[in-house]
């Protein structure tokens, strides 16, 4: 019983020695004066190193940086003492050089663009006339037949035999005026010598009457009295429409002969030449739409 507890103790102090020979193996051989290395010390006075504070975010990011610089540096070093460096592929050229902008084909564009259809060209199609109602169409054959039959009447009166006696003659500085009137136009009437040249306004009289219905009319007189190849009529006329003024030009033609021969006065009043015509548009009444047409009445 006395023995055991003197073989703990020399137990416990063999594997105390191991560790220290252990560490004295690995420091190296020790001289007599040399202080035992730090490890033989820790673990002979068996204290345990403290452990470091961990490292901030900041501090590891700097430490990532210096690391990558290191090898950015010895990357140059390496790729002299080496052979040749390989060439970068190509498609990592290509992704370092900027890549120009490539414009889509006009095609496409006019493809996206244009509406289909749109370069056909239109089809002109004339838009049909309204058919009129029988009303319309008895209206209109009804102004056609009273136009037909005036102009006729007025072409029989100028074929008509003119007077018996011959026209007098006319001194050569000669002039007779006139003036003629009819609705709200006014003609002032020359008649001169000549060979029968009819002016209206500076224009002749196919010009300023187109429609052959008003120079009969204007021409009424000189062809009845005989006087139409022998005098030169010059006329200017203001006011009123195209027939107004054909009528006002038939006055002023009218009076100017009764001023060149006094006994044509009852051959042209006998045809109504000589009469002012007073016919004209009546005005319109107040409450009235016109003259004498009233607003349509409502019962309800």
């Keep these: 019983m006395a023995d055991e507890p003197q073989d703990r103790e020399t137990s416990e102090e063999q594997q105390d020695e191991q560790?220290?020979?252990?560490a004295s193996q690995d420091a190296g051989p020790v001289g007599v004066g040399d202080p035992p290395p730090p490890a033989v010390a820790e673990a002979s006075s068996g204290a345990v190193p403290p452990t470091p504070p961990p490292a901030s975010d900041a501090e590891e990011a700097d430490a990532e940086?210096?690391?990558?610089?290191?090898?950015?540096?010895?990357s140059p070093a390496a790729e002299q003492e080496g052979s040749e460096p390989e060439p970068e592929p190509a498609a990592e050229q290509e992704e370092s050089e900027p890549e120009p902008e490539r414009k889509p084909a006009p095609e496409a564009e006019k493809k996206k663009d244009v509406i289909p259809?749109?370069?056909?060209?239109?089809?002109?199609?004339?838009?049909?006339?309204?058919?009129?109602?029988?009303?319309?169409?008895?209206?209109?054959?009804?102004?056609?037949?009273?136009?037909?039959e005036r102009e006729a009447a007025l072409a029989a009166e100028s074929e008509h035999e003119p007077a018996s006696r011959a026209p007098a003659k006319m001194e050569g500085d000669s002039r007779y005026l006139a003036t003629g009137k009819r609705k709200h136009?006014?003609?002032?009437?020359?008649?001169?010598?000549?060979?029968?040249s009819f002016v209206i306004n500076g224009r002749p009289i196919e010009e300023f009457f187109p429609r052959p219905l008003h120079q009969t009319t204007a021409r009424q007189p000189l062809a009845t009295t005989?006087?139409?190849?022998?005098?030169?009529v010059r006329v200017r006329v203001h006011g009123g429409g195209i027939?107004?003024?054909?009528?006002?030009?038939?006055?002023?033609?009218a009076r100017a002969l009764t001023e060149v021969d006094p006994e044509l006065r009852g051959e042209l009043k006998r045809r109504g030449f000589l009469t002012r015509d007073a016919r004209a548009k009546e005005r319109r009444k107040a409450g009235l739409k016109k003259a004498r047409k009233r607003p349509q009445f409502s019962k309800r």
Excluded: M
Excluded at 19 to 22: F, K, N, S, Y
Excluded at 125 to 148: D, F, G, T
């Design 19 to 22: 560790p220290q020979d252990e």
């Design 65 to 74: 940086g210096s690391a990558a610089a290191d090898e950015s540096a010895e």
């Design 117 to 148: 259809g749109a370069d056909l060209e239109p089809i002109a199609v004339e838009p049909e006339e309204r058919p009129l109602s029988a009303e319309e169409q008895a209206r209109k054959e009804a102004e056609e037949e009273e136009r037909r």
């Design 185 to 196: 136009a006014i003609a002032r009437v020359t008649l001169l010598p000549g060979s029968g």
């Design 226 to 232: 005989g006087y139409e190849g022998s005098v030169d």
């Design 243 to 253: 027939s107004g003024q054909a009528g006002a030009v038939r006055h002023g033609i």
